[in-house]
C-alpha cells in the first residue's frame, strides 16, 4: 500500500475521459450480448489482492446481482435488479469537502485514473443474517482521501449515496430519510480493508443495483455501512448520523462491527445463512468482525465489544 500514490495527481496521467468512455461502452456491449464475467480488453489487468481476498468461493455473479439491499428502489430484495436501470451513472461526480487541502467536485473518470484498480474477495454479512462472498474490483478508500489531501487528524468520514427521485423510485416513499448517510472513524476509513468498489467479478463497472458507479465496502461490519452510490464524502470531527442509526437507535449504531455474541434486538447473529444453494442452503456460525478479527481488532481496544453498537 505505502509508497504507490502518487501524492501529486499528474493530470496527464489521468485516463483521458475517451478512453474510460470507450471502455464503458464496450462493458455495456458486452452485457447487452451476455457475456456477463468473460474477461475484455481490460480486465486481464485486474490483479487480485491475495493478502486480501478469501479463499471461500465467491457467489455467482447472478446471485450478487438479484438478491440485493438498495431501498433507493425499494424494499424488496429484488427491487435493485428490477428498477435500478433507471439510474444514470454517466456523468458522475464525487464531492469531497470538509476538512480537505483539496476540497471540489471530482468527476469520477479523474478518481479512477488516479487509483491503483485491484480485485479484493470479501465476505459481505447483512444484518439481517445473510452473507456472500463477492469479488469487488476498486481502490482503496485512503488512496481517495489522500488525493483530497483529507486532514488525517481528523477524526470521522462521512458519505452520502444520490438523491434523484425520478430515477430512484424508492425515493418517492420516505422508508429512509433520504440520502442515504453513512460514516467510518478516521482510522477504520484509512484502514486497508477499507475499499471503494467500482467494479465487480473482473468486470470494471458495478452493476446499478450494486451501488453503482462507486460504493463503500467494508467487509468486517454489517452490510448496511457499505454505503452504495456516493455523491458525497466530508471528512469532519462530528460522529457521522448514518441513516439507520436514525430510523432505529435502539437496533442499529454507528459502529455495527460483525458481531456473532451480540444479537440485533428481534433476532440472534450467531449464525448466517450464505445466499445461495437454495433450499439446502447451510446455516454457518457468523465470525467476530466477518472473520476479519486480525486485522481490524486493534482498532477497538478498549472499547466494549458486548454493546451491539
Ligand atoms: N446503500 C444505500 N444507498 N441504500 C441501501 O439501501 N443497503 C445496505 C448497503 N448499502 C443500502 C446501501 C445494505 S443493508 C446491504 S446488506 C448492502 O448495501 C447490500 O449490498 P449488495 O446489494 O451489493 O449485496
Not at 163 to 186: F, K
Amino acid at each position: 500500500m505505502a509508497g504507490r500514490y502518487k501524492s501529486k495527481i499528474g493530470w496527464s496521467e489521468v485516463t483521458p475521459r475517451e478512453v474510460f468512455m470507450s471502455r464503458r461502452q464496450w462493458m455495456t456491449g458486452a452485457a447487452a450480448l451476455g457475456l456477463g464475467a468473460i474477461a475484455g480488453p481490460s480486465f486481464a489487468n485486474i490483479r487480485r489482492n491475495a493478502k486480501f481476498s478469501t479463499l471461500e468461493e465467491p457467489n455467482t455473479f447472478e446471485e450478487i446481482t438479484s438478491y440485493n439491499n438498495f431501498y433507493e428502489f425499494g424494499t424488496g430484495k429484488d427491487d435493485p435488479a428490477r428498477f435500478a436501470d433507471a439510474l444514470t451513472t454517466d456523468p458522475w461526480s464525487v464531492e469531497i469537502d470538509g476538512m480537505v487541502e483539496r476540497p471540489g467536485n471530482y468527476n469520477l473518470a479523474d478518481i479512477l485514473g488516479a487509483m491503483d484498480i485491484e480485485e479484493r474477495v470479501y465476505r459481505l454479512r447483512c444484518v439481517e443474517r445473510w452473507s456472500m462472498v463477492i469479488p469487488w474490483v476498486g481502490f482503496e478508500l485512503a488512496d481517495m482521501l489522500k488525493m483530497a489531501g483529507a486532514d488525517m487528524n481528523a477524526k470521522y468520514v462521512r458519505f452520502e449515496t444520490l438523491y434523484r427521485p425520478d430515477e430512484m423510485r424508492g425515493q418517492r416513499r420516505r422508508t429512509v430519510p433520504w440520502p442515504y448517510v453513512e460514516g467510518l472513524r478516521m482510522d477504520e476509513a484509512l484502514h486497508p480493508l477499507t475499499f471503494m468498489a467500482t467494479g465487480l467479478y473482473g468486470e470494471e463497472v458495478l452493476p446499478n443495483q450494486n451501488g453503482a458507479p462507486i460504493r463503500l465496502v467494508v467487509p468486517w461490519k454489517y452490510g448496511f455501512k457499505s454505503i452504495k452510490s456516493i455523491v458525497k464524502v466530508t471528512v469532519q470531527n462530528d460522529e457521522p448520523l448514518n441513516s439507520w442509526q436514525e430510523i432505529a437507535p435502539n437496533e442499529y449504531g454507528f459502529y455495527a462491527n460483525v458481531n456473532p455474541n451480540v444479537d440485533h434486538p428481534r433476532w440472534s447473529q450467531a449464525m448466517e445463512r450464505r445466499v445461495g444453494g437454495g433450499l439446502l442452503a447451510k446455516n454457518q456460525p457468523t465470525e467476530m468482525f466477518n472473520g476479519y478479527g486480525e486485522e481490524v481488532a486493534s482498532l477497538y481496544e478498549g472499547m466494549d465489544l458486548a454493546k451491539f453498537y
